[in-house]
C-alpha cells in the first residue's frame, strides 16, 4: 500500500490553521467552513487510512524527504496508529460541527478554530510519528493550544483553570524533554525503531530505568492518573464544550495512553514477561484512579466537573487494561479508547448543549430539560448507558474484555473491581440524568430550548457510532483492535517492521 | 560529571520554586529554570572536550574530534517551544491580574472540590 497519505494527517490541519485567519478576515463564517471541511476531510482520510491496513499490510512507512531511518524522520501507519487517529478525526469532526452554534456565545470564532486545528496537528502527529523528538515537539503543539483554548473564555474561572493546567502540563512536557536527552546520550539516535533496537543491546541498568520513569511521570500528568490529576478536573469543565469533548475523548488518551505505551511496549520492550514490576505498577496507578475517580465523581455538583472526574476513572480502566499485559487485556484497553472517546465526547456535547441553552451547568438549578430537550437527554442517557458497560453498547465489551484479560491472568480481584465500579460509573452518570433530565417532584422544569439542529446532528452522529461499535464489535476486534494488541505484544519485532527488514 | 548534576540542581531549584512560590510571576521564572536546565543538559550531552565543528574542510582530516551537532539542533527547537510557553503563560499571568488584580495564588482560587 502507499504511504503517501500519512503526512496529510498534519500537513492539512497545519494549513488549516494558517488558513482560517486569513479567509476570516474577509469574511468571518468562512472559518466555520473550512474548520468543518477539515474534519470532515480528515475524518474520511483516517476512515481510508483504516481501511487501507485491512489489505494485509501491517504498516505502511514514510520516510521524509526519503532519508534513511537512522538519519531522518520516519512516520508509521500501523494498526495501533490507524486506531487513535480514527478516534482523534471522528470526535474531532463532530466537536467542529457541534461548535458553529455552540461558538454563538464567544467572540474570536476563528482564533477558536485555528488552535482546535493546531490541536488536531499535534495529536494526529503524535499518532503517526516514529521518532522520539517529534513525538515531544508534537506533544507541545497540541499542548499549548489547548492551555490557550482552556483559558478561551477568559474569565475567573477560566484564567485560573488554564493558569494550574499550563503549569502542571509544563512540567509534564519537561520531564519527557529530560527523558529524550537522557535517551539520546545512551542510543545516540532519536528514530523510534532504531532506538528500540540499540536499547535491546542494553541491559536493565539503573539508567535504564531512570529513563523509564522520567518517561512514565511526563506521560501520567499527561493522561492525568491519579496522583498526577489535580489539572484535569479544573481544565476540562472550563474549556468551551467542543474542546472538552476533544480533552476528554482523545486528548489524555493520545498523549498519554498511546504514547506511552508505544514508548514502553515497542521502543523500551517491555511486557508482562520480562518486566512484572512495571505492569504491577500500572495495575496500582489504574485501581487508584479508577477508585478515586469515581468517588470523587458522586460529590460533584457541576455536570462538566463529574464528567471529568470520570474521565479520570475511564483512565484507570484503560490503565488495568495494559498492565494486565496480556491479549485480553490489551484489546479491552484499546477499545475502551474508542468506546470511551466516543461516549465522552458524546457527554461532554450534551454538557455544552444544556449550557448553551439554560447558561447553566450547576445540577441544583436544572430539572426536566427531558421534555424541552429531548434530544439531549436521550442522548445523554443512552451515552451513560454506554459508559458504564450495559450492553450492547460499545462500552460494555470493553469492560468486558478487561475483565476477561483479568480472569485469563488469574487476577479475579481485579475483574471484581472492575465489575463492581461499573455500576459506580453507571450511578454517578444516572445522577446527571435524575437531576439535570428528569423532572423532579420539588421543582418546576427549567426553561429551555432544544439545542440547534447542527448540535443535535453532532450529538446524534456520535451515539449512532457508539450503538455501530457496540453491536458490531466483532469486525472491529477482529480487523483493527486485535491487530493494534498485537503491534503492542510484539514488542521489539515493532523496529523490524518500520526498518523493512 | 559534575556540569551535569549541576544541570539536576538547577531543575530541582526551578521545580522548588513552581511548587513553593505564591506570586505567579515567581512561578513563571521557575518553570523557564527548570526548562532552561533542561536545554543546557541536552546541550552538554553533545559536548566534547577539544570539539571541532562538523564540517569537512579537507580531505584525510580526522573525524574522531567531530561534535555531535543533533543535540544543539534540537535544543533550538526545544528553545523556540520554551519561547511559547513562557509567552502564553506571561499573556495568562496578565489576564488573571487584570481579573483578580492580585499575583497571589492563594487568592485566586475559585475551583474546588
Known amino acids: 500500500m502507499d504511504a503517501r497519505f500519512v503526512p496529510l494527517f498534519v500537513i492539512i490541519p497545519l494549513a488549516s ?9 474577509l469574511w468571518q463564517r468562512s472559518a466555520d467552513l473550512i474548520a468543518n471541511a477539515v474534519g470532515a476531510v480528515l475524518a474520511g482520510l483516517s476512515v481510508y487510512g483504516a481501511l487501507s491496513l485491512f489489505t494485509g499490510s501491517q504498516v505502511l512507512v514514510y520516510r521524509l524527504g526519503g532519508w534513511h531511518p537512522s538519519l531522518g524522520i520516519t512516520l508509521a501507519y500501523d494498526h495501533l496508529t490507524a486506531l487513535v487517529v480514527l478516534a482523534v478525526n471522528i470526535v474531532g469532526l463532530c466537536a467542529l460541527l457541534f461548535a458553529v452554534r455552540y461558538l454563538d456565545h464567544y467572540t474570536g470564532r476563528w482564533k477558536f478554530y485555528a488552535l482546535f486545528m493546531l490541536i488536531l496537528v499535534g495529536l494526529n502527529g503524535v499518532s503517526v510519528t516514529g521518532d522520539m523528538f517529534n513525538l515531544f515537539v508534537f506533544t507541545e503543539i497540541a499542548a499549548v493550544s489547548s492551555y490557550a483554548l482552556v483559558a478561551f473564555g477568559t474569565d475567573f474561572d477560566e484564567l485560573e483553570a488554564g493558569f494550574k493546567y499550563m503549569v502542571i502540563g509544563e512540567i509534564g512536557g519537561a520531564a519527557i524533554l529530560l527523558a529524550i536527552a537522557l535517551l539520546y546520550a545512551k542510543a545516540s539516535t532519536l528514530n523510534m525503531a532504531v532506538v528500540s533496537q540499540v536499547m535491546a543491546g542494553f541491559g536493565r541498568t539503573p ?3 531512570l529513563i523509564v520513569a522520567m518517561f512514565l511521570v511526563g506521560f501520567a500528568i499527561k493522561m492525568a492518573m491519579v496522583p498526577f490529576h489535580a489539572w ?4 476540562h469543565p472550563s474549556a468551551p464544550a467542543p474542546v472538552s469533548a476533544l480533552l476528554s475523548g482523545v486528548f489524555i488518551k493520545v498523549l498519554g495512553v498511546y504514547a506511552m505505551s508505544r514508548v514502553m511496549f515497542n521502543v523500551f520492550g517491555l511486557s508482562r514477561a520480562n518486566a512484572a514490576g512495571f505492569f504491577n505498577l500500572l495495575i496500582g496507578f489504574g485501581v487508584l484512579s479508577i477508585v478515586a475517580g469515581g468517588l470523587l465523581a458522586y460529590a460533584q455538583k ?6 471529568a472526574y470520570s474521565s479520570i476513572s475511564q483512565i484507570g480502566y484503560i490503565l488495568i487494561g495494559l498492565g494486565i499485559g496480556n491479549y485480553w487485556g490489551i484489546v479491552g484497553a484499546l477499545f475502551h479508547i474508542l468506546a470511551h472517546a466516543l461516549g465522552k465526547g458524546l457527554l461532554f456535547l450534551t454538557a455544552g448543549s444544556v449550557e448553551h441553552a439554560t447558561g447553566t451547568r450547576d445540577l441544583d438549578r436544572l430539572s426536566g430539560l427531558e421534555k424541552r430537550m429531548p434530544a439531549t437527554a436521550w442522548s445523554y442517557l443512552l451515552g451513560s448507558l454506554s459508559l458504564a458497560g ?3 453498547f460499545a462500552g460494555f465489551f470493553s469492560k468486558f474484555f478487561i475483565i476477561v484479560g483479568a ?7 481485579l475483574a471484581i473491581l472492575a465489575a463492581l465500579f461499573s455500576t459506580v460509573t453507571l450511578g454517578y452518570l444516572v445522577k446527571v440524568a435524575n437531576r439535570a433530565f428528569f423532572a423532579r417532584r420539588d421543582r418546576e422544569p427549567t426553561a429551555a430550548r432544544e439545542a440547534p439542529a447542527v448540535m443535535v446532528v453532532a450529538m446524534l452522529g456520535l451515539l449512532v457510532l457508539t450503538i455501530v461499535l457496540g453491536v458490531g464489535f466483532k469486525p472491529v476486534v477482529d480487523r483493527l483492535v486485535g491487530p493494534a494488541a498485537n503491534v503492542l505484544l510484539q514488542g521489539l519485532g515493532y523496529a523490524q517492521g518500520i526498518l523493512g527488514m | 560529571m559534575i556540569p551535569y548534576f549541576a544541570c539536576i540542581l538547577l531543575v530541582l531549584i526551578g521545580l522548588y ?10 512561578i513563571i521564572i521557575g518553570f523557564s529554570l527548570v526548562e532552561y536546565a533542561i536545554n543546557l543538559f541536552f546541550a552538554l550531552v553533545g559536548f566534547k572536550r577539544e570539539g571541532i565543528p562538523p ?3 579537507e580531505l584525510g582530516q580526522s573525524r574522531s574530534n567531530f561534535v555531535d551537532p543533533l543535540p544543539q539542533a534540537l535544543v533550538l527547537t526545544a528553545i523556540v517551544i520554551g519561547l511559547a510557553t513562557t509567552a502564553l503563560m506571561l499573556a495568562l499571568a496578565m489576564r488573571i491580574y487584570e481579573k483578580y488584580r492580585t499575583f497571589d495564588i492563594t487568592e485566586i482560587r475559585r475551583l474546588r472540590g
Open chain 1, 407 to 413: 480472569l485469563s491472568a488469574d487476577m479475579y480481584w
Open chain 1, 232 to 235: 484535569l478536573p479544573d481544565a
Open chain 1, 390 to 392: 450495559v450492553p450492547p
Open chain 2, 55 to 57: 564540517i569537512i574542510t
Open chain 1, 207 to 209: 539508567l535504564f530505568w
Open chain 2, 17 to 26: 520554586a513552581v511548587v513553593t512560590k505564591r506570586n505567579i510571576v515567581r
Open chain 1, 17 to 25: 490553521a494558517f488558513l482560517i485567519p486569513l479567509f476570516a478576515k
Open chain 1, 302 to 307: 457541576d455536570y462538566k466537573r463529574l464528567l
